[in-house]
């Protein structure tokens, strides 16, 4: 209010001063005159530096008059909080103009005091204020001060917190000090919640639909417990549009009521008042032109006889758009009339106005200033001259935000100078698209293992010393511990030769000692990856492999061992093919994942083999947001003589967790006791997992599997399994996984060792 205050008498200032200039000359002539000086005027303390005003200006010595840019100016000032108020005058000559600019400036800030205030001592208050002496006292910084105050009652149960403010002048010319005012209310942190009233759904499902949450045993971590009367009216809101969602078309319920208990404890109550269940008599269209209701009418969630549902008809209204949309008819409107029609049913008529045709006319990128304008092109559907497609217009937004390089995508049609067309515009704020970063990892398999890893995601190889701006990725990393080393260092081109194909390339070196205690494996070699998209969830993949693998036995091994011992060139040649549809990498709630493989060795080098693989996932979202995975793989491999590095294993984190890393399979050697492995493995497992609070998952699994020696032989004679428990921690560094489980079904008597831990970051099921 105060800075509109400020805004609007500024404004009739201008007026004023343009009023003055008429008087001595009109504004036509003043236009064609050069300002040949601008004077910088103080009513009160010079607490804004004249050069800092100036430079805030459009208008310039040496430019000639506009009004227009007069009143841009006043604006400019007042908005930035430079200026308590200002009038800027003109003093015309014979052929020159010179302008008068007189401000009242903002107070500077003297300090920040509290008062009203017992929760929080006065220093707490102000260390996160972050408000440093000297800083002019505008709106903003005032705002900014009382959310923080806010933020902070807010955080240890105070939902009733009213923050006021004054500004006190200070002895010290143009310096003041901000007063807090703080009525801090009584403290209310929630013990339950609950509902009255509600039969159609169940009290649990409405409190899962809630963002406020009851105080848990991690509250001081996920601040479960407490009320923002914001965020409650939000939760409100989304429990009646749940019951309108299922047909209760007059479903309401007042604000939530506090029944408050001991030790600043309450319960929320909500009574509910449902109201009849409505059902859909008739969905019909209003008159159309473009399209007929046969057209639209097997698109529709919404149907005759179904419970009526206000989501569904979101979800209609976005759908019918879309189709017109397609067509280019960029300003179809379409509005649901909803009517009674006898006891509790109604019918829904969507009327549609489908307005004007459009073509594309210019596409316009604005923002990039590291990011090559290609680099955004090359993922716009729409070209100048096509239908104008509203669809593609989202579809543009979400391929640029997807791509990591920008905070912000805007992506919006504007008018054309061209009759029958629409603009394009794109708006973008880039980000920092490059990371260094390093630290500790860990697992049960390969122990502690430091990383550093050096990423740019917007990569460009053209371009020396800075080497962004290309659209390419470039990854290099580092890993390093008492049981492996790798290096590698790669980089992806995702638009090879201008289309939508993606060309890669990676050199690496992968030292393993955690595989067996009879041997150490290093792999050194390069490959060349190529992806093309088949679909927006699914794509094929080809790669082309080289490497030296050199397998180094132990002196003490047995023959088995000392059979596998020496240096091997693996050419290879992998193609797969993959269908993704889960709703997230980590954790997903719905969606399957599955991956079909071959890989043929023998375009040279020692290793002559055929690989088959198969793996895949399938998730279900299921009651109080628990999910239910199904996840499993097969491999098999053929050649006369299949080496140790190609061979199947079982056993660990990554299949049957309930025995030891590599531990199941046939062909156990009897002096060591470890597994040579088998040519066809598979495994398949079943995991639930139950939210506990925010970012941890408790989750219950049963692990089954088989590896044989045979190639192509899925005899499940030799099936082991196993059950256990776990957690899953999605923290900050990455997702930690915590398993433990103990063999329930073991054909191998010494494959049974008892319960078994593991632990892991970057898990993904």
Do not use: C
């Amino acid at each position: 209010m105060r800075k509109s205050l400020t805004l609007i008498t500024s404004l009739l200032s201008l007026v004023i001063a343009m009023s003055f200039i008429g008087t001595a000359q009109a504004q036509d002539d003043l236009a064609g005159k050069r300002i040949t000086s601008i004077t910088v005027k103080y009513r009160g303390p010079q607490t804004v530096a004249r050069q800092r005003i100036l430079d805030n200006m459009s208008s310039k010595v040496g430019q000639k008059f506009s009004a227009d840019k007069i009143d841009d100016d006043i604006k400019n000032l007042v908005s930035k909080g430079l200026v308590e108020d200002v009038d800027i005058l003109a003093d015309p000559g014979a052929t020159t103009l010179r302008l008068i600019v007189e401000i009242d400036s903002q107070s500077l800030l003297a300090g920040v005091g509290f008062t009203n205030n017992s929760k929080f001592k006065d220093k707490d208050l102000l260390k996160d204020l972050e408000l440093k002496p000297g800083t002019p006292i505008t709106d903003a910084v005032i705002l900014k001060g009382r959310n923080k105050i806010l933020e902070k009652y807010n955080a240890f149960g105070f939902p009733d917190v009213i923050v006021s403010h004054r500004i006190k002048p200070t002895r010290n010319s143009g310096y003041s000090d901000l007063i807090y005012s703080i009525a801090e209310g009584q403290k209310s942190v929630v013990r339950k919640i609950r509902f009255a009233g509600n039969r159609a759904i169940q009290s649990h499902t409405l409190r899962n639909l809630m963002k406020t949450k009851q105080k848990g045993i991690f509250s001081f971590i996920t601040k479960s417990g407490n009320i923002d009367l914001d965020k409650l009216e939000d939760d409100r809101q989304l429990i009646l549009e749940e019951y309108r969602n299922k047909g209760y078309l007059r479903a309401a319920a007042p604000r939530f009521g506090r029944i408050p208990l001991k030790d600043g404890r309450v319960d929320l109550v909500l009574n509910i008042n449902e109201g009849a269940k409505y059902t859909v008599n008739r969905v019909a269209f209003g008159p159309m032109k473009i399209f007929k209701p046969a057209d639209l009418a097997p698109a529709l969630r919404l149907v005759a006889g179904r419970a009526y549902s206000a989501k569904k008809i979101t979800e209609d209204i976005k759908t019918i758009r879309s189709y017109y949309g397609s067509k280019g008819y960029a300003d179809a409107n379409v509005k649901p009339i909803v009517t009674n029609s006898g006891a509790n049913r109604v019918n829904v008529t969507y009327k549609v106005t489908e307005g004007s045709f459009y073509r594309v006319g210019r596409v316009n990128i604005a923002g990039n200033n590291k990011t090559r304008d290609r680099v955004i092109r090359q993922e716009i559907p729409l070209k100048p001259g096509d239908n104008f497609n509203t669809v593609d217009v989202e579809t543009t937004r979400k391929k640029l935000q997807n791509l990591d390089y920008f905070g912000e995508v805007y992506v919006s049609p504007s008018n054309s100078s061209q009759k029958g067309y629409r603009n394009i515009d794109v708006a973008v704020t880039e980000k920092k698209t490059g990371s260094l970063s390093f630290g500790v990892g860990f697992s049960s398999v390969d122990s502690i293992v430091g990383y550093i890893n050096l990423e740019q995601r917007n990569f460009d190889i053209r371009n020396p010393w800075s080497f962004t701006g290309g659209g390419q990725r470039f990854a290099m990393n580092l890993r390093a511990g008492a049981e492996r080393q790798d290096f590698s260092v790669s980089l992806t081109e995702p638009w090879f030769l201008g289309r939508r194909l993606s060309l890669g390339g990676e050199l690496y070196y992968k030292g393993s000692q955690f595989f067996s205690d009879e041997y150490d494996q290093r792999n050194v070699g390069a490959a060349i990856k190529i992806r093309k998209p088949l679909g927006k969830r699914s794509y094929i993949r080809a790669a082309y492999r080289l490497e030296q693998i050199n397998i180094d036995v132990e002196q003490d091994a047995s023959q088995d061992f000392q059979d596998e011992d020496g240096d091997f060139i693996r050419s290879a040649l992998s193609l797969n093919y993959v269908y993704d549809s889960r709703d997230a990498l980590t954790t997903p709630r719905s969606g399957h994942k599955i991956d079909l493989g071959i890989q043929y060795s023998g375009l040279g080098g020692d290793v002559d083999s055929v690989g088959f693989s198969v793996a895949g996932a399938k998730h279900w979202n299921l009651w109080w947001d628990s999910v239910l995975t199904l996840r499993g793989a097969a491999n098999v491999v053929e050649g006369d003589n299949v080496q140790i590095f190609e061979r199947q294993f079982l056993g660990g984190a990554r299949s049957l967790r309930g025995f030891e890393f590599r531990d199941v399979g046939p062909g156990r050697d009897p002096a060591s006791g470890e597994i040579l492995g088998g040519n066809t493995s598979a495994y398949i497992t079943a995991e639930m997992t139950f939210p506990v609070v925010e970012n941890v998952r408790v989750a219950a699994f049963y692990d089954a599997g088989f590896v044989n020696e045979d190639s192509f032989d899925f005899s499940v004679d030799q099936l082991h399994a196993d059950v256990g428990l776990g957690l899953r921690l999605n923290l900050p560094f990455g997702p930690l996984a915590l398993d433990y489980a103990f063999p329930i079904k073991t054909p191998d008597p010494e494959a049974d060792k008892g319960g078994q831990f593991n632990f892991y970051i970057n898990y993904e099921f």
